[in-house]
């Protein structure tokens, strides 16, 4: 028996915003989602719009753990080693962060300062290190036959702890990769969805069955702005991936 809930596989992105808007009200707007579907998610991701809007303004990682929401950081770091390693430091120490991602593009010598850095600030703080995961392509973006696999080999050979990729993506390349790999899929729609700017995507119940560690799931949640819509549409996404469990 699976000991994992359905809602231990939805990521709920925090997009959608006005981002425009005043601090106050764009706070309001997070805590009345949360308020709403917090209850069927167990993480919440926040990118670099998110991110970069409330820098300075409210601390969104002190709200989302006071949900006891767990946090994927989705600023998929790209630079030179040494500043990714000091980067990582720093955002292995932001309360509450499980898991955050990088580019797997930035090749192994990279992502190894990432993982070097984060372990220097988890050893120092005495926390536990938030699972780093490699992004491989875009679910905006076509692949190329081989280059997702390519991309989470080099992951593996870093020592990261997972990647980004579709969910269409997983029957081929979960047998070449390691049996504890972290597979998170963006790209999840409904059916008769709109696909917006995804190309590779996926239902809820298809991500589980092909073997989805964690499902990131936006517009199918925030596209109704109405709160009675996001409750309707978390508590369809868990049934979806209940069906199959």
């Known amino acids: 028996m699976n000991e994992r809930l359905a809602k231990d596989y939805v990521c709920a992105a925090l997009d959608g915003f006005d ?21 069927y998610i167990g993480y919440a991701k926040f990118g670099m719009e998110l991110y970069f ?34 980067a990582s430091r720093v955002l292995a120490a932001k309360p509450g962060v499980n898991i955050f991602n990088l580019h797997a593009t930035g090749q192994i010598e990279m992502m190894k300062a990432a993982l070097e850095g984060a372990e220097d600030a988890s050893q120092r703080l005495g926390i536990p290190r938030p699972k780093i995961i490699a992004v491989t392509v875009l679910t905006s973006m076509k692949a190329e036959k081989g280059q997702v696999l390519k991309l989470a080999l080099d992951a593996v050979s870093a020592g990261m702890d997972g990647i980004v990729c579709s969910a269409l993506d997983l029957e081929e390349i979960k047998p070449e990769l390691p049996d504890d790999f972290i597979y998170v899929t963006p790209g999840i729609r409904m059916i008769g969805g709109n696909a917006g700017d995804q190309k590779r995507i996926a239902t809820p119940d298809f991500a589980y069955k092909a073997g989805s560690t964690l499902q990131v799931i936006g517009r199918p ?4 702005l109405d709160t009675n819509g996001q409750l309707y549409a978390v508590r369809k996404i868990s049934d979806l991936i209940q069906s199959v469990m």
């Open 221 to 224: 949640i925030y596209e109704d």
């Open 19 to 39: 981002l425009s808007t005043d601090s106050s009200k764009l706070e309001l707007e997070l805590r009345i989602r949360l308020n709403t579907i917090s209850p």
């Open 53 to 86: 809007s409330t820098y300075g303004q409210f601390d969104v990682f002190k709200l989302l753990n006071s949900y006891g929401i767990n946090i994927f950081l989705d600023l998929k770091i790209f630079d030179i080693p040494e500043t990714i390693k000091n």
